[in-house]
């Protein structure tokens, strides 16, 4: 959002600030002092000083923008901690059952093998939202300073150096005016600042559109997961049952799939994924998924239950050729940010850990040389190239690209990597991959004699099915309202003048809390959003999807957002 010009702000001074509490900015504040602590203890004549560190978290707590659909390879946590089990770390229970169906509208196909990126056997169902403020109150007992509430809005720049960040003002009114509370942002100024925002971070494209750190990469490509959380009247299934899905409701050109896991207390956690990669304009996610809810196999499952929890998050799956150039003068880049994603085994969790754990060896060694620019810095990349992570990563380097051609070519080609050590279909070591808004076709030639007209919205019951705006409240999503909207539309004419008619204004369908209220102008011209911004999940599926890119989320007030409890 836009800051108020002439403000008199404090600055603090810190050895490394973290964006975000995530399990990558964790793991790595969580490293970096046992480090320090490590080469004390073994260096008695050359002791560090203990570290300034900074983790800032824009939810109101560690845990409230928490949301995954988590089954969890323990390799990363496992390798941070080695003693995870016996300190208390939350799990939701070892995965026991595992299936994988492909759908059709009315049956089910259940794989007699599970194939191998989706077999499970020693991981375990997790809540990301759990497990972050398990972590956080671990860090927060070795002397690390954890500030929630605090949205950094911008990276701190001078001469071509990364210096810090910049938090949101507070107490701004929606005409950006400040109000009786208003409290400036701080500088936070740091020897080395780290990027763990989550997919789509904005100071990661800030950094991304200065230094060009996408320069030689495929673009980055997104899924939107959508999920609920059920509590269900008996224990037909059992903490750590894990479901995957393909097939209906997704259509075969559409990259996408479902997953059911159990939890404690005869929970299930629901969702269904949807590459954000698709060319139908009135795809809408949210509502694929209630549809998903009513095939007769989930229905049987959810029958007698209630739904107690909702949200939506972006997933970066375009692979190891997606990935940015993850470190500069000053900075480094981790976790979904970076890309840390296994697509074809659906995991990130242990990535990001171990994401955390390269950069705090990176940052102990340029600590150590008092040397913080990218020469000394791309030691974190080095460090990744050299790692199980970017053996695991490099495995699955083409799993996504070929699904631009239909779920069956996206199928074989993830069969011929298997066989192929990862290079899939046409044996390349490099399938190119796009950005998923230029996929979208316009909606004239989408639905030409080729493709039928959608089908009508079905009901919502609200016993099975439920409208966004349900979802979003059982989400807890609460921002304050009198503030300026986080949503920023470069140029509204595009959407009246072009967007309406080219595309039949796509922001209302593919986001999934009705934030995109599309009304038509005065003078009939076509249509222009009107925006729900407070009812925002931060999954940022608009700024990634919008056709013309005029769509850019940033930060809103600090503690604004979704309050995820058990997601």
């Known amino acids: 959002m836009a800051e108020l010009p002439g403000v008199e702000r404090e600055a603090l001074e810190v050895d490394v600030v973290i964006v975000g509490a995530g399990p990558a900015g964790l793991a790595a504040a969580y490293q970096l002092v046992k480090l320090v602590e490590a080469h004390n203890a073994s260096n008695p004549g050359k002791q560090i000083e203990p570290l300034s560190i900074a983790v800032l978290e824009k939810g109101k707590e ?3 923008h928490g949301l995954s659909g988590a089954v969890m390879d323990p390799r990363g946590i496992a390798e941070l901690m080695p003693d995870w089990l016996e300190r208390g770390f939350p799990v939701e229970g070892k995965v026991g059952h595992d299936a994988f169906w492909y759908l059709l509208e009315k049956k089910k196909i259940a794989a007699p093998i599970l194939p191998a990126p989706l077999q499970n056997e020693g991981n375990y169902v997790v809540s990301l939202a759990e497990i972050t403020r398990w972590l956080g109150g671990v860090i927060g007992g070795m002397g690390i ?10 990276v701190l720049v001078e001469d071509g150096r990364v210096v810090g960040v910049r938090t949101g003002d507070k107490g701004i009114d929606k005409s950006g005016q ?14 080395i600042t780290i990027l763990a925002e989550g997919p789509r971070g904005t100071l990661t494209k800030q950094l991304a559109g200065l230094f060009d750190l996408y320069a030689g990469k495929n673009p980055q490509v997104y899924s939107v997961g959508v999920k609920e959380l059920w509590q269900l009247p008996d224990d037909r299934f059992a903490p750590g049952t894990v479901v995957h899905t393909m097939g209906w409701p997704l259509d075969a050109n559409t990259f996408g799939g479902g997953f059911m896991y159990g939890m404690k207390d005869r929970v299930v956690d629901i969702g269904l994924v949807v590459g954000l990669d698709y060319k139908n304009p009135t795809i809408d996610p949210h509502h694929e998924f209630q549809r998903y809810k009513l095939h007769p196999a989930v229905r049987e499952l959810l029958q007698g239950g209630k739904m107690i929890g909702a949200g939506a998050k972006a997933i970066p799956e375009g692979g190891y050729f997606s990935m940015p150039r993850m470190y500069g003068d000053g900075f480094m880049i981790l ?7 296994n697509g074809a085994r659906l995991k990130g969790i242990h990535l990001a850990i171990k994401s955390g754990m390269l950069a705090a060896e990176t940052a102990l060694q340029a600590m150590l040389k008092n040397d913080f620019s990218a020469a000394q810095l791309q030691e974190y990349n080095a460090r990744f190239e050299s790692s199980w ?6 495995s699955q380097r083409n799993f996504h690209q070929a699904f631009e051609n239909g779920q069956i070519a996206g199928m ?7 066989i192929t050590g990862g290079r899939g279909y046409g044996l390349s070591n ?15 030639r989408y639905f030409s004699s080729e493709h039928p007209h959608p089908p009508e919205k079905i009901k919502f019951d609200n016993s099975y099915t439920f409208d966004k705006v349900t979802d979003v409240y059982n989400g807890g999503v609460l921002h304050e309202e009198n503030q300026p909207a986080h949503l920023l539309i470069l140029d509204t004419e595009v959407c009246i003048t072009r967007c309406t008619e080219e595309y039949g204004n796509p922001c209302f369908h593919f986001c999934p809390a ?18 729900n911004f407070t009812n925002c999940y931060h999954c940022k599926t608009c700024d990634i999807m919008d056709p013309y890119q005029v769509i850019t989320w940033v930060p809103p007030e600090g503690g604004g957002g979704p309050n995820y409890k058990k997601m």
């Open 62 to 64: 560690i845990g409230a």
């Open 145 to 154: 300073d954890i500030f929630p509430e605090f949205a950094a809005s911008r």
């Open 178 to 191: 400040p109000k009786a509370n208003f409290e400036p942002g701080v500088d936070i100024r740091a020897k």
């Open 335 to 341: 976790g979904d940010s970076a890309g840390y994603l």
């Open 389 to 394: 992570a970017k053996t695991e990563l490099w």
């Open 412 to 418: 074989l080609n993830a069969g011929l990597g298997m």
């Open 430 to 444: 490099r399938l190119e991959g796009h950005a998923g808004h230029e996929r979208m076709e316009r909606i004239q």
């Open 514 to 531: 009705n934030v995109y209220d599309p009304q038509p102008t005065a003078d009939g011209r076509g249509k222009v959003p009107f925006l």
